[in-house]
């Protein structure tokens, strides 16, 4: 199950950082980095505080299935 939530949060930053990319017209990573170009520093820190807080509830949610349906490897360990 560690692989999965490292899996999880590898293909999150890379959505991310894809989405930066020259010719991406849309998604937070667009919105970053269209901001950083217009120098707006309050649309770059709502972009940051939004990938902070869908990471957070992507760990939430692994952490409640991970619970749910796992519950025996704490058990194991």
């Known amino acids: 199950m560690n692989g ?3 899996g999880l949060t590898a293909a999150w930053s890379c959505l991310v950082a894809a989405e ?6 849309s998604g937070l ?10 120098a707006r520093m309050d649309l770059i820190v709502v972009g940051i505080i939004c990938i902070g807080v869908i ?3 992507f760990d939430s949610i ?3 299935i991970s619970n749910r ?3 025996w490897q ?3 360990r």
């Open 4 to 6: 999965l939530k490292s």
């Open 20 to 25: 930066m990319l020259p010719g991406s017209m």
């Open 29 to 38: 990573g667009y919105l970053i980095s269209h901001a950083y170009e217009l």
């Open 55 to 57: 990471g957070a509830l």
């Open 62 to 64: 692994y952490s409640r």
């Open 69 to 71: 349906y796992f519950s």
């Open 74 to 76: 704490r058990l194991v």
